[in-house]
């Protein structure tokens, strides 16, 4: 009965390569979220996703594609990996039903080691 | 832009102890307060959550209140746990799209 996952859980790639991540959540929610978490702990959103429309778009090299084929999933792709991207992925998701602020349900992230 | 201030970690208390650990923001707006928390190889679960000023948010014996005046959201624990062990994220959203905006994050040691 897992809200909102996340696979892998753990990634280990070389340079270069190109890897996908991917995000369900069975809450019902309608948007969706990808974060990235670097080494200090600090977190950072990445894009948004409502009813399959993006709608946030943060300063991220378009080597990041998101990709939300429904409601329910939202994938991450990643083209030519650097070293740089290793970081910890959380995806999230709310519902924008109903009362104004929308609490976000986080998944347990994927942890991307680039070498 | 809307950023989050919290303290610098580590915070190392030992059991039993009066947690505070400073929130501070800039917004425009009326943003909407949470405190996240981390527990070690895990996502962030939401602790505590307040609307509008004035509003006390509260879980698991930890507290923080919205203080328009002073911009602060400081969290609160009167009697601390070794399960308290944890990062804890202050963070705002304001304005449309639900974004949340993190603090730097405090790490919190708590000793037996």
């Known amino acids: 009965d897992t809200a909102v996952s996340q696979t892998p859980k753990y990634l280990v790639t070389q340079m270069g390569n190109d890897k996908s991540i991917k995000c369900e959540q069975n809450l019902g929610h309608d948007t969706m979220y990808w974060y990235k978490q670097d080494s200090k702990k600090f977190l950072k959103i990445m894009f948004s996703y409502n009813n399959k429309e993006l709608i946030i778009n943060e300063t991220v090299p378009n080597r990041f594609s998101p990709k939300s084929p429904d409601k329910a999933h939202l994938n991450l792709h990643i083209n030519s990996l650097e070293l740089g991207d290793s970081a910890v992925y959380f995806c999230?998701?709310?519902?924008?039903?109903?009362?104004?602020?929308?609490?976000?349900?986080f998944g347990p992230g994927t942890r991307l080691t680039v070498t | 832009g809307n950023s989050v201030t919290q303290m610098e970690g580590p915070v190392t208390l030992s059991e039993e102890a009066f947690l505070t650990i400073n929130c501070t923001y800039t917004a425009t707006g009326y943003p909407s307060l949470f405190w996240y928390v981390q527990y070690p190889g895990e996502g962030l679960q939401l602790l505590l959550k307040a609307t509008k000023a004035d509003d006390k948010g509260s879980n698991k014996g930890f507290e923080a209140t919205y203080r328009k005046e002073t911009t602060s959201f400081h969290l609160e624990k009167g009697s601390v746990q070794v399960s308290d062990s944890a990062v804890y994220f202050c963070?705002?959203?304001?304005?449309?799209?639900?974004?949340?905006?993190f603090g730097a994050g405090t790490r919190l040691a708590v000793h037996p």
């Open positions: 963070a705002l959203v304001s304005g449309g799209y639900n974004k949340l905006i």
């Open positions: 999230a998701s709310s519902s924008s039903r109903g009362t104004r602020t929308y609490e976000q349900y």
